[in-house]
């Protein structure tokens, strides 16, 4: 199992990113992809999940609005796509698969950093 | 939301000392408990799923406890590539919350 994640992006304020996770090794549809957040020197904060079997999501409430996770099934690759970015958003985010039975987030990727500036 | 809160941020330990982190969540979570590990650079790690679990390749000194509201991660005599950040949290409901956090570092 391995989730491959997109490269670091400079961003501008105001502007939108997408950011993929490349799944490997596993049957796509039978896992949730999650999606962590993490500001530099800071603790984790989940930010939502995808089903990718029926494309069925779930937000962390605070991140609403700013968010959006879809997924292809043809290329087994779950995206998240931020908008209206400002320096909050600077971070790094992570995706994460759950365990099919549980929750738990038993595989993640590497990693993608963000980084929001004029 | 469900809070946890993992009573310390960081900790200064011995090589060889036994370490206990604690997580408490703000209601019962009913076991739904995992520990992750995370050293600078790398993604987290799981550890513990369950609240007791070990995930296959943990070095058996790690083993997780506690029920209800309160869990434990403890590590027995602590190893050098122990020294990370670990992270407790809770899949009994959305959002998925984290604890804060505690660093290990050594004296």
């Known amino acids: 199992v391995q989730l491959q994640q997109s490269g670091a992006e400079l961003v501008r304020p105001g502007a939108s990113v997408k950011i993929s996770c490349k799944a490997f090794?596993?049957?796509?549809?039978?896992?949730?992809i999650n999606w962590v957040k993490q500001r530099p020197g800071q603790g984790l904060d989940w930010i939502g999940y995808?089903?990718?079997?029926?494309?069925?999501?779930s937000y962390n409430q605070k991140f609403k609005g700013k968010a959006t996770l879809t997924v292809d099934k043809s290329s087994s690759t779950a995206y998240m796509e931020l908008s209206s970015l400002t320096s909050e958003d600077s971070a790094v985010y992570y995706c994460?698969?759950?365990?099919?039975?549980?929750?738990?987030?038993?595989?993640w990727g590497q990693g993608t950093t963000l980084t929001v500036s004029s | 939301d469900i809070q946890m809160t993992q009573s310390s941020s960081s900790f200064s330990v011995s090589l060889g000392d036994r370490v206990t982190i604690t997580c408490k969540a703000s209601?019962?979570?009913?076991?739904?408990l995992a520990w992750y590990q995370q050293k600078p650079g790398n993604a987290p790690r799981l550890l513990i799923s369950g609240a007791t679990s070990l995930e296959t390749g943990v070095p058996s000194r790690f083993s997780g406890s506690g029920s209800g509201k309160d869990y434990t991660l403890s590590i027995t005599s602590l190893q050098t590539e122990d020294v990370a950040t670990y992270y407790c949290?809770?899949?009994?409901?959305?959002?998925?919350?984290f604890g804060g956090g505690t660093k290990l570092e050594i004296k």
């Open positions: 090794g596993y049957t796509f549809t039978n896992h949730h």
């Open positions: 994460a698969r759950s365990n099919g039975n549980y929750l738990y987030f038993d595989y």
């Open positions: 209601e019962d979570i009913y076991n739904r």
């Open positions: 995808i089903n990718p079997y029926n494309d069925y999501t």
């Open positions: 949290q809770q899949y009994w409901s959305t959002p998925h919350t």
